[in-house]
């Protein structure tokens, strides 16, 4: 399970983004995008925003939950009184790629770890579970997102650029998802 | 791309400076949450409004320039306070403004309750047919104007410009574009209950109606 969170301006410009793994059920915290991919989740982001702008005048809620699947990438949005807009991109971990050969113990062991790792939430994009951990990660976030903004040399639509800021993110994740 | 990879060494311990407090304290280790009693000194305030004032005043072209940056310093405090005032609104009600009714309360409740300690005293709808897009909001006696006493030759101005800023920043934050004023309306004769009477008057841009209009009717 790999995941891309950018946060998006008022003017659709990013203001932060970061890319890390799941840190559940042995996960490592490293992402698994692959080079391709990584340039791509920032269009697929950026797609997005349309229906984030449609979404967020029918609901009034901070969290506007999974708005938008593009392949295999389900993407989840939070959005700020100020109209800002946090994106997480999470794309769960290949499944069936290799189907061959189940006799193998190898094989086995994938099918053993694929196993327990769907009942992760990394691997229900779409389950209770995962909503709740999006939206515990996603408010931990505009928790130090406002902290952030409360600085008096802080403007908006400014990069956040702190190192702090990015560990508490970070921290976060590890936490959460 | 070298801020995207994931596991940047931290550099918030090692390199001291005006950039890291040197007991490792930034501004996010500080709760978000004030305890409800803390109340600033009005004394300080005055103080430091009367400043704001004058310094807005230097080489000012006209009353309307200096209200303008009265404006412009208070603008930038609505669109912090927008975020602030929403989290710390338990988490059951917290909800974005999604129209102007929801926005204008917003402001009448939290944002004066925050600011000055109670609520606006009122809140209209322009009666007049040509102007839908004007609300009004009225404070009987604005704090910040507690001590402040214009001059007859300024008898135009009315230093709550800057809270009409504030009202502005949180307007545009919630994407409501308007343009917000301050206007006095209380009379100077004897009688008068509330000489300090001000009206922000609120003129939403015409396409923030519009859109209400849309989702009026969905």
Not at chain 1, 121 to 128: E, F, K, T, V
Not at chain 1, 131 to 154: G, R
Request: proline share 6%; hydrophobic share 40%.
């Amino acid at each position: 399970m790999s995941y891309y969170f950018a946060i998006i301006g008022t003017k659709d410009n990013p203001l932060f983004e970061y890319e890390f793994g799941t840190s559940k059920q042995g996960g490592d915290g490293q992402p698994r995008f692959s080079e391709h991919a990584r340039h791509f989740n920032q269009f697929i982001i950026h797609s997005s925003i349309d229906i984030v702008e449609e979404v967020q005048w029918t609901n009034g809620q901070l969290y506007l939950k999974g708005i938008d699947k593009v392949f295999n990438n389900y993407i989840s949005c939070f959005m700020t009184g100020g109209n800002v807009k946090f994106l997480l991109l999470h794309l769960p971990p290949h499944t069936g790629s290799s189907p061959a050969a189940p006799s193998s113990a190898a094989a086995a062991a994938q099918a053993a770890a694929s196993n327990r790792s769907s009942t992760s939430i990394g691997a229900n994009p779409g389950s209770a579970q995962t909503d709740e951990a999006v939206k515990n990660f996603m408010t931990e976030v505009y928790d130090n997102y406002v902290k952030a903004i409360m600085s008096p040399f802080y403007k908006v639509n400014m990069e956040i650029k702190s190192p702090v800021f990015r560990q508490r993110v970070a921290a976060a994740g590890r936490k959460y998802l | 791309m070298a801020h995207l990879a994931p596991n940047k060494p931290s550099s918030g311990k090692e390199s001291a400076g005006l950039r890291y407090p040197t007991n490792g304290k930034t501004i996010y280790h500080r709760p978000l949450n004030r305890s409800k009693t803390a109340e600033l000194s009005q004394a300080s305030f005055a103080y430091l409004f009367s400043e704001m004032v004058s310094y807005a005043q230097r080489k000012v072209t006209g009353i309307q320039d200096l209200e303008k940056r009265l404006n412009n310093q208070g603008h930038p405090i609505g669109l912090k306070l927008l975020d602030l005032l929403l989290i710390r609104e338990p988490p059951r009600s917290q909800a974005r403004p999604l129209n102007i009714i929801t926005l204008l309360h917003f402001i009448k409740i939290n944002l004066w309750q925050h600011l000055f300690g109670r609520q606006a005293d009122r809140l209209e709808k322009s009666s007049d047919p040509e102007a839908q897009d004007e609300y009004m909001i009225i404070d009987n006696e604005p704090l910040v104007n507690a001590f402040i006493s214009v001059p007859k030759e300024m008898s135009q101005l009315n230093c709550a410009a800057f809270v009409a800023g504030i009202i502005e920043g949180v307007c545009d934050g919630a994407a409501f574009p308007a343009r917000v004023t301050a206007h006095t309306v209380g009379t100077k004769d004897e009688g008068e209950m509330w000489p300090g009477k001000t009206v922000f008057l609120v003129k939403f841009q015409p396409e923030v109606l519009e859109r209400e209009a849309l989702i009026g009717k969905a």
